[in-house]
C-alpha cells in the first residue's frame, strides 16, 4: 500500500481523535457524525439529513429564485465547477443557473471546533452577481437541511433563546413558528443530535409536505438577495450520536490470545518449510518453464510463497526481536516476507527528512538493523521480496524539476531520464550494499526473490504526477497518428501503456546491467486490461486487493461491513477481481491482500483466498500486513488498521490460505481460459480507472469462479503462447495468433447469472453468492462459511444450527487423507474485536475508536459433524498458542464424529481452535 503521507497522518491524527468518557453523573458518551462535502458542494450527514422519511441519504443544498420564482439548486444547476483544496477542507466555485440571473457560487468549508466545542464543519457560502456593479435581483435564496417527516415529528428543536419548536406530526401550515434570528440551534433525536452554530443565523423552519415531500427544512437564508450585488451566509454543523461500542457480555467474550507458537503443537505449521532453509540452499527462485516458480537448482520443484509484509519501524528491530519474529513465522508456516515502505524510515531523519530539498540518506543504525532482519528470516527459510521506492523523497534535486519530489517518482521515470537517473542511484545504494550477517551484496543474495522498482505505479493511476510533461510529450507522439481514427482518449490511453512498457524495459535493462539477480515485477495496483502491457515487460505479474478497505488511514474511518461472498458481481468479488490481470507464462503474485479489520465477515478471508488462489493456480500471497510498527511486534496490542499481529481472527484465517493454498489441498482448475488482449480493446474506454473504465468484461471474470482466467498480449505478430481450453477476445485473432487454440467470443460469455451454486471444475469449490456460503472439500481439507443457521455439508464435514456467521473447518495434519486421519486441526471462526472498540451503529459501518485489551470474541455456536474411519479420537480445545486446554464432548456413530463447538462466557478459556487426535 503506498498513499504518500497517509501513515505519518494515521499516527497523529488517531491519537487526536476525542471521544467523551462516560462516568457515573456525566453526561452521556458521544462521538461525532462523520460529514462530508460531496463533488458538487453538497454537505451529506449520514443517519440525520433525509430529502424525505422513504430516503435513507440527504444532504444540505443551496436553493436560489430567481427574478420570476424561477428556481436552481446546486445539486444539479452548478457548472463550471471549480475547486482547491480536499475532503473537508476546500473551496468549490461555479457558475449557477438561475431562471433569470446570471450568479457565481463560492463555497469554503473547513473542520473546526465549535464555540460549543463540537466537531464539526464551517461553512461559507457567498452568491455574487455575474454582472459586475448589478444587483443579483433574486427573490430568495436559502441553503436547506432536510429531515424526514416520520423520524423528526414529535421532535424539539432548540434555538439558544426564544421559543422551542416541537416539529408535528400533521401539515398544518408552510413556515412554522421559530425565532427568526438565533446563534445556535439544536435538534434532538433518540440516536442524534444535530446542531448549527453562527453570529447570526437567518433561520427558516419550512414543512415541506407543502410542496408534497415529506420532509423538515431548516433553512438559512441569504440577507439582501435582491439588491444586493452580493451576499454571504457562515456558520458550523455539527452532528453527534451515541456509538455503538463492544463490551464483553452475552455477544462478546475475553478471548486470551499470545503471539505465540509452542514448537510440536497441532499450530506448529513450520513442517511446511522442512528441508529447505536456509532460503537459497536450492539457488534462486527463478521462473520455470510452465511460467511458475520453481527452485533453479531443483527446476522440477514447484514453490509457492505464503508471508506477510513488514511496515515502517517493523523493518527496523532489534535482534534478538528479528530472531525471535523469524521463529514465529517459520512456526506458522510462512517462507517469504515482504519488507515494504522502507525507504522512509531507513534515511536519516526519517519522517523529518520527508520535505528536506537535499536527497534522504540511507542511515547506517537502520541500515544494520535490516541487514540483520533479512539474515534472520533468510536463515529462518523464508525469501524476501522488496520495493525499491515507496514513499521515499527525492528532495528538489531532480533536474528539470523545480519542486521537491516524493510519490511523483513514479510519474516521472517513465518520461523523464533525470528522474530515472535519480531513482538508479538510490537503488543502488541499498542493492550494491553488502550485508554484513550474510556476505553477500543485497543484489546478489539468492535469498531476495522478487524487487518491485516503484511500488503502485499502473500508470494511469500516476501520470497525473508530471501531468505536463506527459501532455507536451504525447502532443509530440500524437502527430504521426491523427489519421488513425481513434478518439483522443483512447489515444492517450495508448500512449500512457506504451510508455510505460518501455520505461520498465528500461528499469529491467538497468538493473541487470549493475548485476541484479532477482525477478521484477510492478504495476501492482489496479485492473485494467492497458495494463497488461505494461506487465508483460516483467518478469512477475503483481497486484493488490483487498476486501472492505477503510476510506482514509485514520479515524474516524468508513467500511461497508458487506461480505464478499455475496458480492453479485464477480469482478469485484476478492479475490477474483485480480484473476484476469495474471499473464499466462509468467508467475502471478500477490504482494498486498488482506480481508480488513473490523469487517465482521472477514473470517472468510482465509477459505476465500487460499481457495480461489489455488485453483487459479496463483505463485505467492503476501497479507498486509504483519505490523506497521515494531511496537506491534514486541508486545500485543489491540487490533488496528491492516496489522494481522494484533488480529487473532485473521491470524487463524491465514492457517486456511497456508493448507489449502501453500500446502496444496486446493488442486487448480482443470480449464484455462485465455484473454487475447490488444492495445485497441484495451485502450477502447480511454484511460482506465479502477473500477470501472478499462476492465477485462464481467462474463470473464465470472469464468475465474469456474476455472483458470488469465491474459496474454495478441499485438502485432504476437501469438497466444501455451494450450487453453479457449481463447476469449473481442474479435476473432487469426489462426497464426490463436496458435493451434479455439476462439471464444466475448459476446457469448455466459458469467454466473442464474447458477444456484457456483461449482469449480475440480468440484472442490462451491460458492452460493445469494445465500452468501462457501464450500470446499478436499481430501485434506473440508471447510464451510456460512450465515447463521445454514445446515451444509462440505466432503466429511457438515454443519447446522449455527447461531451466528462463521467459517468451520477440518484438516488431516499427519499426511492421511481427512477420513482417515487420526490428527485433525479444526477451527470455528467467529469475530474478534477489541473492548470498547467503538461504532456509528449496530452495523459497525464507520470506527471512532479502536478500544483496549483483551480481545472479544463473538460468541456462537454451531454442531459439526466429521466422517472419519478412526474411533477412540478425542477432541481438545486447543490455545492461541497450540497447546490442549481440555476436552471437549464428543461422540462417535456411524463412522463420524458429533460435536458442538461454541464461543460462551461459560468457558474460562474461550477458543475458536479444536484437535481431534489420541
Known amino acids: 500500500m503506498n498513499r504518500a503521507g497517509v501513515w505519518k497522518k494515521f499516527r497523529v491524527v488517531a491519537g487526536a481523535v476525542c471521544v467523551a468518557t462516560t462516568v457515573a453523573g456525566m453526561a452521556q458518551e458521544s462521538v461525532p457524525v462523520a460529514i462530508k462535502v460531496d463533488h458538487r458542494g453538497l454537505i451529506e450527514i449520514p443517519g440525520v439529513l433525509r430529502m424525505n422519511s422513504g430516503h435513507h441519504w440527504g444532504a444540505a443544498n443551496l436553493i436560489v429564485f430567481g427574478p420570476s420564482w424561477g428556481y436552481s439548486a446546486q445539486d444539479y444547476a452548478l457548472k463550471n465547477i471549480q475547486k482547491a483544496g480536499g475532503g473537508n477542507d476546500q473551496t468549490i466555485s461555479g457558475d449557477l443557473g438561475v431562471p433569470g440571473a446570471k450568479v457565481k457560487v463560492e463555497q469554503t468549508t473547513k473542520a473546526v471546533k465549535t464555540a460549543s466545542g463540537k466537531s464539526g464543519l464551517r461553512v461559507k457560502w457567498t452568491l455574487r452577481s455575474a454582472e459586475a456593479g448589478k444587483p443579483m435581483g433574486l427573490q430568495m435564496a436559502y441553503v436547506m437541511f432536510p429531515f424526514g417527516v416520520a423520524e423528526t415529528a414529535g421532535l424539539v428543536l432548540e434555538p439558544d433563546s426564544g421559543e422551542k419548536l416541537t416539529f408535528p406530526s400533521a401539515f398544518g401550515q408552510e413556515y412554522l413558528p421559530f425565532p427568526r434570528h438565533a446563534s445556535a440551534v439544536t435538534l434532538k433525536a433518540p440516536k442524534t443530535t444535530f446542531g448549527l452554530e453562527g453570529k447570526d443565523l437567518n433561520l427558516a423552519i419550512a414543512d415541506g409536505r407543502k410542496q408534497k415531500a415529506e420532509n423538515f427544512q431548516i433553512r438559512l437564508e441569504f440577507p439582501n438577495a435582491k439588491d444586493a450585488e452580493s451576499s454571504t451566509i457562515e456558520f458550523d454543523v455539527w452532528a453527534e450520536f451515541p456509538p455503538f461500542t463492544i463490551q464483553a457480555g452475552k455477544d462478546w467474550v475475553a478471548f486470551p490470545y499470545v503471539n505465540e507458537i509452542a514448537p510440536g503443537t497441532i499450530l506448529d505449521f513450520s513442517f511446511l518449510n522442512e528441508g529447505d532453509a536456509p532460503a537459497g540452499r536450492h539457488g534462486r527462485i527463478v521462473v520455470g518453464r510452465d ?163 516503484l511500488n503502485e505505479d499502473g500508470i494511469a493511476s500516476v501520470w497525473w504526477g508530471a501531468k505536463d510533461l506527459y501532455e507536451a510529450k504525447f502532443a509530440e507522439w500524437k502527430k504521426d497518428r491523427q489519421a488513425s481514427g481513434r478518439t483522443e482518449s483512447q489515444l492517450m490511453a495508448q500512449f500512457l501503456a506504451e510508455t510505460k512498457a518501455e520505461s520498465n524495459r528500461q528499469i529491467e535493462k538497468f538493473l541487470r546491467a549493475n548485476g541484479v539477480k532477482a525477478l521484477l515485477s510492478g504495476s501492482n495496483w489496479w485492473d485494467t486490461m492497458a495494463q497488461t502491457f505494461e506487465r508483460d515487460a516483467l518478469d512477475v505479474v503483481d497486484n493488490h486487493q483487498y476486501a472492505d478497505h477503510p476510506d482514509r488511514h485514520w479515524l474516524p474511518s468508513k467500511y461497508n461491513q458487506k461480505s464478499t461472498l455475496r458480492e453479485g458481481n464477480p469482478t469485484y468479488m476478492v479475490p477474483l477481481m485480480k484473476a484476469p490481470s495474471r499473464i499466462f507464462g509468467k508467475p502471478f503474485i500477490i504482494t498486498e491482500w488482506n480481508f480488513c479489520m473490523p469487517n465482521q465477515h472477514r473470517a472468510e478471508g482465509g477459505a476465500m483466498m487460499g481457495a480461489y488462489a489455488a485453483l487459479q493456480d496463483w505463485d505467492a500471497l503476501y497479507r498486509f500486513a504483519w505490523a506497521h510498527d515494531e511496537k506491534l511486534i514486541k508486545e500485543q496490542r489491540p487490533a488496528s488498521g491492516f496489522d494481522v499481529a494484533t488480529d487473532p481472527l485473521n491470524q487463524l484465517a491465514e492457517r486456511l490460505v497456508l493448507l489449502m493454498f501453500r500446502r496444496g489441498d486446493v488442486s487448480p482448475a482443470r480449464k484455462r481460459f485465455v484473454y487475447g488482449v490488444t492495445m485497441a480493446e484495451a485502450t477502447e474506454q480511454g484511460v482506465g480507472d479502477m473500477w470501472g473504465k478499462g476492465l477485462f468484461p464481467h462474463g470473464f471474470n465470472a469464468m475465474g469462479l469456474i476455472s483458470q482466467i488469465g491474459s496474454q498480449v495478441i499485438e502485432g505478430d504476437r501469438a497466444i503462447r501455451g494450450t487453453f481450453d479457449g481463447v476469449v477476445a473481442a474479435e476473432a485473432p487469426t489462426a497464426e495468433k490463436l496458435a493451434g487454440n479455439s476462439y471464444l467470443a466475448k459476446s457469448a460469455l455466459q458469467g454466473v447469472k442464474g447458477m444456484q451454486e457456483i461449482v469449480s471444475d475440480t468440484g472442490e469449490i462451491a460458492l452460493d453468492n445469494k445465500k452468501g456460503h462457501l464450500r470446499v472439500a478436499t481430501s485434506r481439507t473440508a471447510c464451510i462459511v456460512a450465515p447463521a443457521g445454514a445446515a451444509l455439508a462440505a466432503g466429511e464435514l457438515s454443519v447446522a444450527n449455527a447461531d451466528t456467521f462463521s467459517t468451520v473447518s477440518a484438516s488431516a495434519m499427519d499426511g492421511l487423507p481427512l477420513a482417515e486421519s487420526r490428527r485433525v486441526l479444526v477451527f470455528h471462526l467467529t469475530n474478534v474485536l477489541n473492548t470498547d472498540m467503538a461504532f456509528s451503529n449496530d452495523k459497525m459501518n464507520m470506527l471512532y475508536r479502536t478500544g483496549t485489551l483483551p480481545y472479544l470474541a463473538k460468541t456462537g455456536f454451531v454442531d459439526v459433524r466429521l466422517r472419519n474411519a478412526n474411533p477412540g479420537l478425542k477432541l481438545h480445545a486447543i490455545a492461541s498458542d497450540g497447546r490442549r486446554l481440555r476436552e471437549v464432548p464428543a461422540t462417535y456413530a456411524e463412522g463420524a464424529y458429533a460435536f458442538k463447538v461454541a464461543i460462551s462466557s461459560n468457558d474460562a478459556h474461550p477458543t475458536m481452535i479444536y484437535e481431534l487426535a489420541k
Not at 332 to 361: I, L, Q
Not at 375 to 390: E, F, P, Q, S, W
Open 291 to 453: 511460467g511458475h516458480y520453481v527452485f533453479e537448482n531443483k527446476p522440477d520443484r514447484r514453490v509457492k510463497l505464503v508471508g506477510a509484509n513488514l511496515c515502517y519501524s517493523a523493518n527496523f528491530v532489534d535482534k534478538a526481536t528479528a530472531d525471535k519474529l523469524a521463529e514465529h513465522f517459520r512456526r506458522t508456516g510462512y517462507n517469504t516476507v515482504r519488507f515494504h515502505h522502507t525507504d522512509v524510515t531507513m534515511m536519516k531523519g526519517g519522517w523529518d527528512a520527508w520535505n528536506a530539498v537535499e536527497p534522504s540518506v540511507i542511515d547506517p543504525a537502520q541500515l544494520d538493523r535490516i541487514d540483520y532482519l533479512f539474515a534472520a528470516m533468510k536463515k529462518a527459510g523464508l525469501y524476501v521480496t522488496i520495493d525499491l521506492y515507496a514513499m521515499g523523497s527525492y528532495g528538489k534535486t531532480i533536474a528539470g524539476i523545480d519542486k521537491g519530489v516524493r510519490g511523483e517518482i513514479k510519474a516521472l521515470v517513465p518520461i523523464h531520464e533525470p528522474a530515472l537517473k535519480a531513482w538508479g542511484e538510490m537503488a543502488m545504494l541499498w542493492l550494491d550494499h553488502v550485508n554484513p550477517y550474510t556476505g553477500l551484496a543485497w543484489k546478489d543474495d539468492p535469498a531476495l526473490v522478487n524487487i518491485c522498482p
